[in-house]
């Protein structure tokens, strides 16, 4: 299994997104400072597994490497899960946090 280190970047934030009337998790990440004025570009990475497992914190490693590797913004999205959550609720998370 490939090991990927957990690597600092400059800002780690941890949000809520208001969704078809729930509110999700969320996890920015920042690799650098920036200027508003110079916006880095946002990658929004939804973490797979059927809609039934994985969480922010299961591809934390990964979204800090995207982010400084890619150097951009990284939205990692925490949608509702099933068998909980019933078809199409993670999608419907997923299309919401996007838009």
Request: charge should be negative.
């Amino acid at each position: 299994m490939l090991e990927i280190r957990r690597r600092k970047l400059f800002a780690v934030e941890d949000l809520r997104i208001e969704v078809c009337g729930a509110r999700i998790g969320a996890r920015l990440y920042t690799p650098r400072e920036h200027s508003w004025a110079e916006p880095l570009p946002l990658l929004v990475y939804y973490h797979g597994r059927g809609f039934t497992i994985g969480s922010l914190d299961s591809h934390d490693a990964v979204c800090r490497m995207l982010s400084e590797d890619g150097d951009c913004l990284v939205l990692s999205v925490d949608y509702r899960l099933a068998p909980e959550q019933k078809f199409p609720t993670a999608a419907e998370d997923a299309w919401g946090a996007l838009c």
